[in-house]
């Protein structure tokens, strides 16, 4: 009897070897807790989007809809301008984000592998230029780019980041030089016995090993260019319509689509519609996402962002 | 010419996009920026024209405005209470998903999911709907309690927090993953060795993990405070582009105004240099894992050999030498 109470004591408080039952309920508990905080707002919007009118008026119903409505959706995806938007967003962020990927990788590489003059400075003023705040640079930005006729265009956001000052380039610029660094340099002397220039080098052998920091950068230039709206509002005016942007005014744009008169009062804005339209722009990015989830997290573990 | 020679060109080539771009889109605007800071700024249809008006601007935007000190406090308050939260949060949660558990890829997945989806317009549209605040937490009991019976200056700090704990939950997604990928490098045979010689498990905690974590706190923390200045949670932020196409304030309004919130900016990561970053003893796994380090480089081990024991032993050698 007093055998069996003890084995039943360390199944629940543990011994140093296994986890006792407690401690496990405990950790779950506090796991599952967290991720309830961390879905919440998702959770908010996929109920608040489902909900007609009356729903939302009605303080009884707080997370399952009487009734799912998917007008709301259909509305929204009519204000964001569909398809025809999602496009706009795919192709100038795909592009931005290759061309800041390829030029970061270039940069790291030269700073990673090469000595020459002037590289201190080079990696001084890199650091510096992370912590600057894009708004410092903000402003004569735009007019230098209103003096070339390029506001309302994609070059603003393009051209910088083909030259290596796009958003977060800095960071970018040492995720690879710092797995370049990193790689080893008895490969480099290979090739380089085997006759490969230094092009070749880079191209075949150090930037085919790189994928995990390429797939890093190239997912968060990506991911933090679709999110900006602070710089690309701005550049791209009204004429360039991403996703986000259109979200941004989507009050704005709904006025215009689906004007209120005195019959229509249900037409009104409300919630629902609004969180319709956060999740439809949530939802590219979410499909992205589970589909490289996996690998992007592997990579960044490999990619040695955290200095080893 | 010398292969020498060549090498040193070919680095120059190879940096020369970043070295043209940080001329032109990078130290031009930013001496501009400079300029407008000085004078009132005007467009007109064949350019703009600027007036120096010496430090008018920078006495506006500091006595004359009322927004900017207006928006002062809730910056600072970001600076002082979400900044060391995240960081402690993100340690947290890094621990806990160190530990031997179930479905950690899941867990992992969602802790990093809102590092996807954040974004300004995102945020500001669940800000609207009262969706980052967990309101039905202000009916329990603790709320109320911290809200009538601590003294005013603690309350606030604490329900700040319990106001925006979603948003400093969704900013510790990189940090989290950082302070991960740290703590999956630590020698598990160091918390064996511990293990045996009667250690519990808050004592492993202080005196293996976070020492382990301490070289990772100031990068965290650097990268957490440039993430929340340049966030749209940050009212300075919305401030400056507002007031950069009005009428009465302008771009030399705007620029100083950039000035001192840059200025703000650097002293509060210097403040965190000196709490976090200075000072970094070297401790013994740091050494350890440096030895290892320059062991591999040097080539006279080759990583996939390196097995706990062997390097267990390894340290032993070099502590006591």
Redesign the interface.
């Known amino acids: 009897m007093s055998g069996m109470g003890k084995n039943a004591v360390r199944l629940l408080i543990g011994s140093q070897e296994r986890r006792g039952l407690l401690a496990s309920i405990v950790l779950y508990l506090t796991l599952a807790g967290v991720s309830f905080v961390f879905l919440y707002p998702i959770l908010f919007i996929i109920s608040g989007s489902a909900k007609d009118i009356y729903d939302l008026s009605n303080p009884l119903v707080r997370w399952v809809p009487t009734k799912i409505t998917f007008d709301n959706y259909v509305k929204a995806y009519n204000v964001l301008g569909g398809f025809r938007t999602l496009g706009v967003s795919l192709a100038v962020m795909l592009s931005t984000a290759l061309a800041q990927t390829a030029v970061s990788a270039l940069v790291g590489y030269g700073l990673a592998k090469y000595q020459f003059w002037g590289k201190p400075i080079f990696m001084g003023l890199l650091m510096v230029s992370f912590i600057l705040p894009p708004q410092t640079t903000f402003l004569s930005k735009y007019v230098l780019f209103n003096n070339f006729k390029m506001i309302g265009t994609v070059y603003p956001v393009l051209l910088p980041s083909l030259l290596g000052q796009g958003l977060k380039s800095a960071i970018f610029i040492l995720i690879f030089y710092q797995f370049f660094k990193m790689a080893p340099k008895s490969l480099d002397e290979a090739a380089f016995i085997d006759g490969a220039g230094h092009f070749t080098t880079f191209w075949r052998i150090n930037l085919a090993l790189a994928a995990p920091a390429i797939v890093v950068v190239f997912i968060f230039s990506f991911v933090w260019n679709w999110n900006d709206t602070y710089l690309t509002g701005t550049y791209f005016g009204t004429s360039v319509n991403t996703l986000p942007l259109m979200l941004e005014r989507f009050v704005e744009h709904f006025r215009k689509m689906y004007p209120t008169t005195a019959e229509n009062q249900l037409l009104r804005l409300n919630e629902g519609l609004r969180m319709a339209g956060t999740l439809l722009t949530i939802i590219p990015l979410v499909i992205i996402y589970v589909l490289v989830e996996r690998r992007l997290i592997e990579s960044i573990d490999r990619a040695g962002i955290t200095g080893e | 010419m010398k292969r020498n020679t060549v090498?040193?060109?070919?680095?120059?080539?190879?940096?020369l996009?970043?070295?043209?771009?940080?001329l032109?889109?990078?130290l031009?605007?930013?001496m501009?920026?400079v300029k407008?800071a000085f004078n009132t700024v005007r467009f007109l249809p064949v350019?703009?024209a600027m007036d120096y008006v010496g430090l008018d601007n920078f006495v506006s935007v500091l006595f004359k405005d009322p927004d900017f000190l207006l928006q002062l406090p809730v910056f600072l308050m970001q600076m002082a209470c979400l900044v060391p939260m995240v960081l402690v949060f993100s340690i947290m949660?890094a621990v806990?998903l160190n530990?031997?558990?179930k479905m950690r890829?899941v867990?992992?997945?969602?802790?990093?999911?809102?590092?996807?989806?954040?974004?300004?317009?995102?945020l500001?549209?669940?800000q609207?709907?009262d969706?980052?605040s967990?309101s039905g937490m202000r009916t329990f009991f603790i709320y109320v309690f911290i809200q009538e019976y601590l003294p005013g200056f603690l309350s606030r700090v604490i329900l700040y927090i319990f106001d925006n704990?979603?948003i400093l939950?969704?900013f510790s997604g990189v940090q989290i993953?950082?302070f991960l990928?740290?703590l999956?490098?630590v020698d598990r045979a160091i918390y064996d060795a511990a293990?045996v010689d009667g250690a519990s498990g808050w004592q492993k905690f202080w005196k293996i993990t976070i020492p382990t974590l301490k070289?990772?706190l100031f990068l965290n923390a650097?990268y957490t405070i440039?993430d929340i200045?340049?966030s749209?949670i940050n009212p300075i932020?919305g401030f400056?582009?507002q007031a950069?196409f009005q009428l009465l304030r302008g771009?030399g309004f705007?620029?100083s105004l950039?000035?001192l919130?840059?200025g703000l900016?650097?002293v509060v990561?210097l403040i965190y240099y000196l709490l976090l970053g200075r000072g970094e003893k070297e401790t013994k796994i740091n050494r350890k894992?440096r030895r290892k380090?320059d062991k591999v480089r040097r080539?006279f081990l080759r990583p996939a050999l390196i097995s706990s024991g062997s390097l267990a032993k390894n340290a032993k050698g070099g502590t006591a030498v």
């Open positions: 090498s040193k060109l070919t680095g120059l080539l190879f940096v996009p970043w070295i043209v771009g940080f032109f889109f990078t031009y605007p930013f501009e920026t407008y350019g703009i949660l806990l530990a031997k558990i890829r867990f992992r997945a969602i802790f990093f999911l809102p590092v996807i989806i954040i974004s300004g317009s995102v500001e549209n669940l609207i709907n969706a980052v967990l704990v979603v939950l969704w993953l950082i990928s740290g999956q490098k293990d070289p990772f650097m440039v200045a340049n749209s932020i400056i582009r950069m771009f705007a620029a950039t000035w919130y840059f900016i650097v990561v894992r380090k080539g």
